[in-house]
């Protein structure tokens, strides 16, 4: 039974390799090619590592008439593969398809065979062959056994039960239907073979066959490259595969002479289940963009049921035209004749088709930016006081990228108004100013060969790239594709062939050279806040940009410490610390304080007094022990400070730190002072000024003898003011009291009766009365004369401020 069964499963499997479809169209001539061919293998050749986790993997060999080459995935690989593959046929051969086992897991794969089998079965119970066989009822066979054959198509299987020394024995017997009507039984212990005669018979076994396979190796997937062609040539498949990324490790051997010694390794993982025997092999610094796309898994998408119309009409259709753009933003920075910031100005953006207008104030730093505006032309109007309107006409909107508009202010009335019209020079666009300027961001993936700094010669297999393949008449794709660089990439090229094993890793030396240094002590106070630490400066002299990594350090032959390394690229300087310095003592003191005042302006109505906020900070540095050393500051850059003119230039500065070079000797103690500033403003409201604001002026030397008349004229007019104001309110008081005592006088008349003495009271409240209403008469004209003097003196006072005007810079 079981020897049965072995013949039926090698039948099928023959069966199975000689239905496939790809190979039922091909010429005899072909066919016979491929039979006679040796085992078409492409080993890899080259890898390139990328420190974004991506590997590119290129095989290159020989094959001979038509080829076909197997590769084997994980399912997770597979995406990638797809994407990025690339297949070449160097020798006049004509690239066929690329086909790939289905993404659909094996139980859905099998749910549409109409049959199932299991993988094994005791004799002594009901499946087996028997089993295969009773579920293709109606199929047509052809039985051989050792005495006769016969062809029909299957009806029954019986099974029979006997009993003997052993117990009970079952056996099976096949029962078929010829073409002439003749039903034959056939005991399966006794049949040899078995053919499946119908193709779509065949084609469900094999279909079987394939998603049990697929079944047991579940992370596995075979992609079958195919190329035709004659007699022997050699063909190139590469792709890019997610990959460990590498990884670098440096050591520096510290010189007095300033030269220490460095050296770079690299370390690279094979994970994959093939080794890597003697490929030239490169390691490739930078960021390229890279993602997984799931593209092996068919996808579908959404269509609408719509239902049939009664009746078809069309009808003219309109359509609304385009935006003609994209949104965008306004944004700048708003200055003064001296290039000085202009904090508050009052930035007015309208669009000039619809007039739609946005308001908005600059900062701190005298920058302003708009919300995204619609595509379209804009103008830009600046308000300050003491300045000149400033209106640009003209400022483009077309783009999600910000135009900027830089606005200078002139000194004068803000009634008077500057208008330009916007072009190239006042207005630029981001898109403009930052592309033309970028520099080449990197190198596309068959181009690195350009790329390496190493004087090895070209480890290319015989010459030939992949650039310059791709680009032959004779690579066997017979379309075209262009394609651009980029990327900031570095490219590490191993000049010696390499080997790793698979599930190995290997160390690999990159760099050897001495390079410049010097070893100095640095001090981040936000690090640590008494003491340094042990470092050096180290300039990379090498033409290797050199990737992040962890830094031993040896000083006189010992371990001295650790550290880790960013990005170094050629001629490029870098502070690395490694230990911390206990023979170098630092302490910090702190101190505010405000400068005088030395600018003064005062226009429309607003008086301005600009002064310095000043914060000192000293270092005192103390060196401990009997050598000399160079102590490295890194003072914090605070936005809208400065640097005071009396403080130490810095030596270097950074994003966010000055640095500052002190050198100590022995025993040597140091106090390097910082001064920092930055401009604050007191502003007072020229409307509103008074005598005591005067007097402040004149004693913190704000104004001189003309500029202290005219602010006198100001106060004289105010209080003349005031004193018209006091007296429409009195008025407006002893009004007020009048009409109350009047209302008094009629309460009164009404409750007095008519004798002789009520009259002479009336009488006399009567006569009262009437002297009031003379008084309330003459009132009316008096605050009526206080309301017009006091608007006539407003009046004035307007003007006289308007007029007002001063810009002064003070000298202390």
């Known amino acids: 039974m079981k020897r049965t069964l ?88 004509r690239i066929g398809a690329v086909s790939y086992n289905s993404s659909a897991p094996p139980a859905a794969r099998m749910a549409d065979i109409p049959f199932s089998i299991q993988a094994g079965t005791e004799s002594d119970h009901w499946g087996g062959l028997a089993a295969v066989l009773s579920q293709l009822q109606g199929a047509r066979v052809s039985v051989v056994t050792a005495t006769r054959s016969a062809t029909g198509s299957i009806l029954t299987i019986e099974e029979h039960k006997s009993d003997s020394d052993r117990g009970q024995r079952q056996t099976h017997s096949l029962v078929i239907a010829s073409e002439g009507g003749e039903l034959i039984s056939f005991d399966l212990a006794d049949v040899r073979s078995i053919k499946l005669i119908d193709e779509g018979t065949r084609r469900d076994v094999s279909e079987f066959a394939n998603a049990t396979a697929s079944a047991r190796r579940r992370d596995a997937k075979t992609i079958v490259v195919t190329s035709d062609g004659n007699g022997s040539r050699e063909m190139l498949v590469s792709y890019t595969i997610a990959a460990p990324i590498w990884k670098t490790t440096y050591r520096v051997v510290l010189d007095s002479t300033g030269k220490p010694f ?85 930035v007015t953006i309208t669009n000039m088709t619809t007039n739609q207008s946005y308001n908005l104030s600059t900062s701190n730093g005298g920058s302003y930016s708009s919300p995204v505006l619609q595509p379209g032309n804009y103008k830009v109007r600046v308000d300050s006081p003491g300045f000149k309107s400033f209106e640009l006409q003209g400022v483009v909107v077309g783009s999600r990228l910000p135009a900027y508009a830089n606005i200078p202010l002139e000194a004068g009335s803000i009634t008077e108004v500057v208008t330009v019209t916007a072009d190239a020079s006042t207005v ?259 409307a509103n000024f008074t005598k005591q604001d005067l007097e402040l002026f004149i004693a913190r030397s704000y104004i001189d003898g003309a500029t202290r008349a005219e602010l006198e004229k100001i106060i004289d007019l105010r209080t003349r003011i005031a004193a018209a104001q006091a007296r429409a309110e009195a008025i407006d008081e002893e009004v007020e009291e009048i009409g109350k005592d009047q209302e008094r006088l009629r309460d009164n008349i009404k409750a007095l009766t008519a004798t002789a003495e009520a009259k002479q009271l009336i009488t006399r409240y009567v006569a009262k009365a009437d002297t009031q209403e003379t008084r309330l008469e003459q009132l009316n004209k008096e605050k009526q004369a206080a309301i017009e003097e006091g608007l006539k003196l407003q009046t004035e006072l307007d003007a006289l401020i308007r007029g007002f005007a001063l810009d002064r810079r003070l000298d202390h």
């Open 428 to 686: 630029v666009n981001s898109s403009n100013a930052t592309i033309g300027r970028s520099p080449l961001n990197g190198r596309g993936l068959y181009s690195l060969n350009s790329l390496r700094p190493s004087s090895g010669p070209n480890t290319s297999l015989d010459g030939v790239s992949v650039s310059d393949a791709m680009t032959r008449p004779d690579s066997g794709v017979e379309t075209a594709a262009t394609g651009s660089e980029v990327g900031d990439l570095f490219e590490y090229r191993i000049d010696q062939p390499v080997t790793v094993l698979r599930d190995r890793s290997a160390l690999i030396p990159i760099l050897q050279t001495r390079m410049e240094g010097e070893r100095v002590s640095i001090y981040n106070e936000a690090v640590r806040q008494d003491r340094a630490f042990g470092g050096m400066q180290l300039k990379n002299t090498s033409s290797l940009t050199l990737e992040n990594g962890a830094l031993t350090v040896i000083d006189g032959d010992a371990y001295a410490g650790e550290a880790l390394m960013a990005r170094l690229k050629p001629s490029e300087q870098r502070l690395i610390s490694f230990a911390l310095d206990l023979g170098t003592l630092i302490n910090v003191r702190m101190k505010e304080d405000r400068a005088p005042t030395f600018l003064v302006r005062a226009v429309n109505g607003m008086f301005q007094a600009h002064y310095y906020q000043t914060t000192r900070k000293t270092y005192v540095l103390t060196n401990q022990t009997d050598k000399p050393r160079v102590v490295i500051i890194e003072h914090p850059i605070r936005q809208d400070w400065e640097l005071a003119d009396d403080t130490q230039k810095p030596e270097d500065k950074t994003a966010r730190y000055y640095r500052f070079r002190v050198p100590l000797a022995a025993h040597q103690k140091i106090e390097l002072p910082v001064t920092e500033r930055r401009v604050l403003m007191e502003t007072y409201t020229l």
């Open 6 to 93: 072995l013949m039926v499963v090698v039948c099928l499997i023959s069966i199975n390799a000689s239905a496939q479809p790809r190979r039922a169209n091909r010429s005899v001539a072909t066919q016979s090619s491929k039979a006679t061919s040796p085992t078409q293998t492409l080993p890899i050749r080259r890898v390139i590592l990328y420190s974004n986790g991506v590997a590119y993997i290129e095989r290159r060999g020989t094959v001979i008439g038509h080829a076909e080459i197997d590769l084997s995935f994980k399912h997770s690989q597979v995406d990638d593969v797809l994407k990025s593959m690339v297949v070449l046929d160097l020798g006049q051969g």
């Open 262 to 346: 460095f050296q770079g390794w690299a370390i690279v993982d094979n994970v994959s289940e093939e080794d890597w025997n003697n490929i030239s092999l490169s390691l490739i610094s930078g960021s390229p963009v890279s993602f997984i796309q799931p593209i092996q898994k068919p996808f579908y998408r959404y269509r609408p049921i719509v239902g049939m119309q009664e009746d078809l009409r069309l009808e003219p259709q309109t359509y609304e035209p385009s935006e003609g753009g994209l949104a965008g933003t306004v944004s700048g920075k708003v200055t003064d004749a001296n290039g000085a910031v202009v904090v508050g100005a009052t």
